[in-house]
């Protein structure tokens, strides 16, 4: 396997990318560890539902401003996921699909419905779950351009794209740059120092920067 977290099916369509961004750091930055041992990257891999099921679950019941926050922003990008009724609906389908899987960390029986989009708040607040610091610095919607991006290391980058009709200003996907600035997104790890964006994010047609959230 790759030294990244891969996110989704053969055509990226899980939409956890959130989760996936902050683990991704993690991991670099072998801080990722259970009973004091360092895990790799097989058993992040293995373990990314019952994580992120472990998460939506604490945060209802401790902080159900951001989980309203996360449920409400996850509705906004229509169906399959405006039917979820509650972050236990997120929750279910989740652990549905782990159940049908061969192999825990590999969700091949996707069905076209597993999203959980994470406001900028919400990213914040996975990283202080998992044990870490950031800040929200101010990015006044950046263009979305590799001169652009680079600057943002050790970041969750977020990618705007227009309409920005939604409630978090057209944000629509995270990514992670990595202090050295690595770009990794969807399983590929792109050096923006020597290569151009990848086709895979070329394609989503993002055209700015919506929010970062700088890990410390």
Not at 21 to 45: C, M, P, W, Y
Not at 75 to 81: E, H, R
Not at 101 to 111: L, R, Y
Request: hydrophobic letters at 35%; aromatic letters at 8%.
């Amino acid at each position: 396997m790759n030294d990244i977290i891969k996110q989704g099916n053969a055509t990226n369509q899980w939409g956890v990318c959130g989760f996936v961004s902050v683990l991704n750091a993690l991991h670099q930055e072998g801080k990722l560890q259970s009973f004091g041992r360092t895990l790799n990257i097989d058993e992040i891999q293995q373990r990314l539902g019952a994580e992120i099921i472990t998460y939506l679950k604490m945060t209802a019941i401790g902080r159900p401003g951001i989980a309203n926050s996360i449920l409400t922003y996850t509705q906004s990008f229509g169906a399959p996921y405006s039917g979820y009724k509650s972050i236990n609906d997120i929750c279910n389908r989740i652990a549905s699909e782990v159940r049908k899987a061969h192999n825990p960390g590999d969700w091949t029986n996707f069905q076209g419905g597993i999203g959980v989009a994470m406001p900028a708040s919400a990213v914040q607040d996975y990283v202080e779950f998992v044990g870490l610091k950031s800040t929200l610095p101010a990015v006044n919607n950046a263009p979305f351009t590799k001169s652009e991006l680079i600057k943002y290391r050790d970041c969750i980058v977020g990618c705007g794209r227009e309409p920005r009709t939604d409630p978090e200003n057209g944000l629509r996907h995270w990514v992670y740059i990595d202090k050295n600035g690595c770009l990794l997104n969807w399983g590929v790890k792109t050096d923006l120092n020597t290569s151009s964006l990848p086709q895979a994010v070329i394609d989503k047609k993002y055209g700015y920067i919506p929010a970062v959230v700088q890990l410390q």
